[in-house]
């Protein structure tokens, strides 16, 4: 089947690319020349495990095109997919500017009746405000189909093929049909549902991840003052079935492109129709102040002072896999160190560049684990790469000032820091273990 695709973010692109390799034809369009001439040429514009060989293989098998040209793009197909970007607005709601610029121009460029298959993350009730906005400006019928996205990023190629629903939203049983058709070849169980609850599963599952999250993180904040190791709380916990165990990470919050903006969105979406949805502020509020944890206990342990401290990050990714930062704990980590006056070094294998980006000369990015730990006075474990939990606990010793290690995504052992001379906090295992004065 021939298929458009408008957006080559990272659900524009992951999409593209899967339903290429599941057999049908599809031309991925974006309005960034720069990006589609990379893409031609196999370059992806985000980091994501294995997507540059899936798109070398569809190129080179025919099936899978790259373009700036919508009209030309859309002349033989009768499916387009929308998965363009909705970020966040000032209070909180979605941002549906790049939707519509995309819906108009689909209105202005289709020459048959078609069905807009809407990818982006949208608000209750957009998917039918859709529908009526392209259906008034073209004489071709209009069907939309809500088909939400649960792809993580860092591991979305392997997602892509290996989730546990897809979701097909609509009010037009044909549409549904196609779609279903569409997506046979992933052999994923497909759930047919209305469109108002298509666009709520994609909310109530992020908003519900999150809460998950922020309850683990509170059970650790908890667990400090009374005793219990969270990592074994939250393994108790995820054998009963009815909890799960995924989604149980004590840490230091969640960040990324889609649980702050989505928790926010709901609330927002629940605000404007007149319901105050205190459990979702909640759980942000918790997770606001879980991102300063470390901060927290480093100032606590520095009595507050931690003017020319050097202080190194390991990792600034939002999670490992990606390169992405955005709302990760980390900026806002690094912006309160900045702001107490410490130095901060960065070290991440693929997302130190972009957070250089945003700080510039106030921060250092070192090119190795050693150089970042390299008289440092203490070290933050923000993203749990394989590298960074591979760390050998002699180079903490050797190469800090202080051997202080705050592990803000549990990867080391307390004992065997406690062992190798370390001082050392992890959240939710209790106080900061101290094996050497503090030095201030
Ligand atoms: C999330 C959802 O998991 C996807 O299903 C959804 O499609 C996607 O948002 C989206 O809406 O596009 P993603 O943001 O890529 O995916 O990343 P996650 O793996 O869900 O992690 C989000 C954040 O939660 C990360 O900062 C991670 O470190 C944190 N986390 C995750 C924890 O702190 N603890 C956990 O147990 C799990």
Not at 19 to 47: M, N, R, T
Not at 330 to 348: H, M, P, Q, R, T
């Amino acid at each position: 089947m021939n298929i458009v695709v408008i957006g080559t973010g990272y659900v524009g692109l992951v999409t593209g690319v899967a339903l290429a390799e599941i057999g049908h034809d599809v031309c991925c369009v974006d309005i960034d020349a720069f990006k589609v001439a990379q893409l031609k040429k196999s370059i992806s514009p985000i980091y994501e495990p294995g997507i540059e060989e899936l798109i070398e293989k569809n190129i080179n098998a025919g099936r899978l095109t790259f373009s700036t040209d919508l009209k030309a793009a859309v002349t033989d197909s009768s499916i387009v997919y929308l998965a363009v970007g909705t970020p966040q607005k000032q209070d909180g709601s979605a941002n549906l500017e790049y939707i519509e610029e995309a819906a108009m121009n689909i209105a202005q460029s289709i020459s048959q009746d078609t069905v807009v298959v809407v990818k982006s993350t949208v608000p209750v009730g957009t998917n039918r405000y859709l529908k009526k906005f392209i259906q008034n400006k073209t004489p071709y019928k209009i069907s939309i189909v809500s088909n939400p996205e649960f792809l993580r990023e860092g591991v979305a190629v392997k997602d892509v093929f290996h989730g546990d629903r897809i979701v097909l939203g609509a009010d037009d049983d044909i549409a549904l049909e196609q779609l279903e058709a569409v997506n046979q070849g992933f052999q994923i169980p497909i759930f047919k549902t209305g469109l108002e609850s298509a666009e709520m599963i994609k909310y109530a599952s992020n908003a519900f991840l999150a809460t998950k999250i922020s309850f683990i993180n509170e059970i650790a904040n908890i667990c400090e003052k009374v005793g219990g190791d969270i990592r074994e709380v939250s393994a108790g916990m995820g054998m009963d079935h009815r909890i799960g165990s995924s989604f149980l990470q004590a840490g230091i919050g969640y960040g990324g492109s889609c649980f702050p903006k989505d928790t926010l969105a709901l609330n927002q979406i629940a605000k404007n129709s007149g319901y105050d949805f205190k459990l979702i502020q909640s759980v942000i509020q918790a997770n606001k102040a879980q991102q300063l944890k470390l901060v927290k206990v480093l100032k606590s342990h520095y009595n507050s002072d931690l003017k020319g401290k050097q202080i190194a990050l390991l990792g600034v990714a939002f999670k490992p896999e990606t390169d992405d930062i955005r709302e990760a704990a980390s900026e806002v980590i690094i912006k309160e160190l900045l702001w107490c006056g410490a130095k901060i070094s960065i070290y991440d294998p693929v997302a130190a560049a972009n957070m250089k980006a945003v700080f510039g000369e106030e921060i250092h990015v070192a090119e190795t684990i050693e150089e970042v730990l390299y008289q440092a006075d203490a070290a933050l474990v923000v993203t749990e790469w394989d590298e960074i939990k591979k760390i050998k606990l002699e180079e903490f010793s050797s190469q800090m000032k202080h051997p202080l290690v705050l592990d803000g995504r549990l990867v080391f052992d307390k004992d065997q820091m406690k062992k190798a001379g370390i001082s050392y906090y992890s959240i939710g295992t209790g106080e900061l273990q101290l094996n050497e004065p503090v030095y201030i």
